[in-house]
């Protein structure tokens, strides 16, 4: 089955699918992004995701290429038309296309949207869960601003390369202080031993995780104590736990940081549990 993106009004075929060259999504990263995830074909916490979405576009002074509910129209007719039941749904907006300037184009232009969808293997990532991932440390190198989900993502795409390298699955930041700020791809937690889920403040230079704020509206349910506070890698290799969130990964447990196990080097109980009963919380629209 061929995969079908909208492109700027456009339902195509992946294959013929393109934008213009002076994109300036293409041409300076001058864009945003989401990625919700797509299960029983539906899409899981679309409003949050699309306040984010908001937020980062008037950060940046992008204009809102159209309603959100349209987005949301989009969306849908994206994933269903890929046939995805679970997988990731794909937004970018990009500032629009202009002859190359580094400036904003003088006159307004049409922000760029472009939306894909593709199939996650749920028995896979059910066994990555299982079996854990590892994680590398590796200096913070990005701008100030990761608050903002733009598209320039060169530092994340090096430090996940970095980690694959290393045989690893993600990649995490260590700031000027020596505390860990979060994945490449996702936000960083441990667990300690008396079991309090610690997790770096959003106003502490790391984007603010959809898939973060949810937990810990299952962190109050369950009764689970909350610190947001950075921690060091020091302190996450002695933890009880250790785990990651994102979107396409919801709760991914690590048993290994920089080579050295975390607990006794398989998945923790509470991350565990927190993967299992993370649904219950999402809003599925
Ligand atoms: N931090 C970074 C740098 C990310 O790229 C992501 C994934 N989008 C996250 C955190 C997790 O965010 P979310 O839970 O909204 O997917």
């Given at each position: 089955m061929s995969r079908i993106a909208y492109v700027n009004g456009r339902y195509r075929d992946l294959r013929d699918a393109c934008v213009n060259v002076e994109d300036r999504g293409y041409q300076f990263a001058d864009g945003v992004y989401e990625v919700c995830e797509v299960r029983g074909a539906r899409l899981v916490d679309f409003p949050r995701h699309m306040a984010r979405l908001q937020r980062s576009m008037r950060e940046l002074r992008?204009?809102?290429?159209?309603?959100i509910t349209a987005l949301g129209i989009i969306m849908r007719e994206v994933v269903r038309r890929n046939r995805v039941t679970y997988g990731i749904v794909y937004l970018q907006v990009t500032r629009g296309v202009a002859?190359?300037?580094?400036?904003?184009?003088?006159n307004p232009v049409k922000p760029g949207v472009v939306v894909t969808a593709r199939a996650l293997d749920d028995e896979k990532k059910q066994q990555a869960a299982a079996a854990g991932i590892s994680v590398i440390t590796l200096p913070?190198?990005?701008?100030?601003?990761?608050d903002i989900k733009s598209v320039a993502l060169l530092p994340n795409v090096l430090a996940k390369q970095h980690a694959r390298e290393k045989g690893a699955h993600e990649a995490w930041y260590v700031d000027s202080d020596g505390f860990v700020t979060e994945g490449a791809s996702s936000n960083a937690w441990i667990v300690t031993k008396d079991g309090r889920a610690v997790t770096r403040s959003?106003?502490?230079?790391i984007l603010a995780g959809i898939t973060r704020a949810v937990l810990m509206e299952v962190l109050r349910a369950f009764q689970i104590r909350l610190e947001e506070r950075p921690f060091t890698p020091a302190e996450a290799r002695e933890a009880a736990e250790a785990f990651v969130t994102s979107a396409s990964q919801i709760v991914m447990p690590v048993v290994a940081i920089d080579g050295q196990v975390v607990g006794d080097g398989r998945p923790g109980g509470i991350a565990r549990r927190l993967r299992e009963e993370f649904h219950r919380f999402s809003a599925f629209s």
């Open positions: 992008i204009a809102e290429p159209m309603p002859r190359r300037d580094h400036a904003f184009p003088p913070e190198n990005r701008w100030p601003r990761v959003v106003d502490q230079g």
